[in-house]
């Protein structure tokens, strides 16, 4: 059975980066196999030829489907010490993340108010 795909005539995105997750790479790879072109895969997907061919080899290559990196910048955890530090300022003062970064500046910290509060 062949399947007949419609590219979008009018795309609504217009970001030219776009986060493969494993459900596309694993269909990118059975279309692949199924003799889909290279380009039809790419206009569908909304990424490059290039990209799929990459996706493909490295399928070849290893046998195993490729898994997508993950984007973003890593998270940094708290150490013990910190969050020591921080509950100790919150039991004292009974404040919000804000004043409390303040004062765990004071005492040589350096914690931002988004990890105070998480």
Do not use: H
């Not at 380009?39 to 997907?45: L, M, Q």
């Not at 040589?108 to 108010?113: N, P, Q």
Request: aromatic share 8%; charged share 35%.
């Amino acid at each position: 059975m062949r399947y007949v795909f419609f590219p979008k005539l009018f795309p609504t995105s217009t970001n030219s980066c776009v986060k493969l997750d494993e459900k596309a790479i694993k269909w990118i790879i059975r279309e692949k196999e199924k003799g889909t072109s290279t380009r039809t895969i790419a206009e569908i997907e909304n990424i490059t030829p290039r990209r799929v061919n990459q996706i493909y080899k490295r399928y070849k290559d290893t046998g195993k489907i490729p898994e997508p990196k993950k984007l973003g910048r890593p998270r940094k955890e708290l150490s013990e010490e910190e969050i020591k530090a921080i509950k100790e300022a919150y039991e004292e003062y009974r404040c919000n993340a804000i004043v409390l970064q303040t004062i765990l500046k004071k005492k040589g910290y350096s914690i931002s108010k988004n990890k105070i509060r998480s």
